[in-house]
């Protein structure tokens, strides 16, 4: 009985680590794919490790492209998380103050 738990314990742990490769492997493959140059991306190689470590693409993706900097879509993505909840409390309130207002005015 010891036995079938143990061997059952141990293919459990294999599977969910291969399982946790598996959701790992796109996530170090973008990383690794961030490091390298066109030409190296495109050849179709699985391979994880560049063969040169090239830093200089992340300053060339926030410089952005079109004259658009990493920094615009960066404050954008600042100002929907700051602007919507402001707007999702202060309009049901001035609904609310205006329905207030013409329930007013008809009751006199």
């Known amino acids: 009985m010891k036995v079938k738990k143990t061997i059952a314990t141990v293919i459990y742990h294999v599977f969910i ?5 598996i959701m790992i492997y796109p996530v170090l493959w973008m990383i690794s794919g961030s490091l390298k140059n066109n030409p190296e991306i495109l050849s ?6 560049p063969p ?7 300053a060339t993706g926030w410089r952005g492209f079109g004259h ?5 879509y960066f404050k954008n993505s600042l100002i929907i998380p700051i602007v919507a909840p ?6 049901p309130q001035l609904l609310l103050t205006r329905l207030q207002d013409v329930s007013i005015g008809d009751v006199s």
């Open 68 to 72: 658009v900097t990493f920094t615009t």
């Open 52 to 58: 040169e470590w090239r830093w200089e693409n992340f």
């Open 86 to 91: 402001l707007e999702r409390c202060l309009v």
């Open 44 to 49: 179709g190689s699985l391979s994880l490790i």
């Open 17 to 21: 680590a291969g399982l946790g490769l």
